[in-house]
């Protein structure tokens, strides 16, 4: 059993910037591939980005590229997402979610899932 929480989001101004986090927690919870997804109003979720247990890999959306970073701390089981170059079209709930099985970038791939984190981006 994994536990995610997430924290960090909030109203942020287009163009800025924000860091989002994951808290992990239960067992051996530094071997599982780590996600981030997203999910606007009316829209489905989607993915964000994702990094392999030893950090080495990653991936992201198209539409993020070049303006969020994923990111981890080993010791202290925590995920982060690095947004930057804010625009409004990324006001959603960000959700983290963990993988046994390798770096995925579909709903399906993931075992555990937080309760996710606002982020509100004004025009």
């Known amino acids: 059993q994994v536990q995610l929480v997430e924290s960090g989001g909030g109203l942020v101004q287009a163009g800025g910037s924000r860091r989002l986090s994951c808290a992990a927690s239960?067992?051996?919870?530094?071997?599982?591939?780590m996600g981030w997804f997203r999910k606007a109003p009316g829209k489905e979720r989607e993915f964000v980005a994702a990094?392999?247990?030893?950090?080495?890999?990653?991936y992201a959306a198209d539409s993020v590229k070049g303006r969020f970073t994923i990111s981890r701390d080993s010791a202290k089981n925590t995920v982060y997402l690095q947004l930057n170059s804010l625009k409004p079209e990324d006001t959603a709930v960000y959700y983290c979610?963990?993988?046994?099985?390798?770096?995925?970038?579909?709903?399906?791939?993931?075992?555990?899932w937080g309760q996710g984190t606002q982020v509100t981006v004004s025009s």
């Open positions: 239960g067992r051996s919870v530094g071997s599982y591939t």
């Open positions: 990094i392999s247990w030893s950090g080495g890999t990653t």
């Open positions: 979610a963990a993988n046994r099985m390798r770096v995925g970038r579909t709903v399906r791939e993931y075992d555990y």
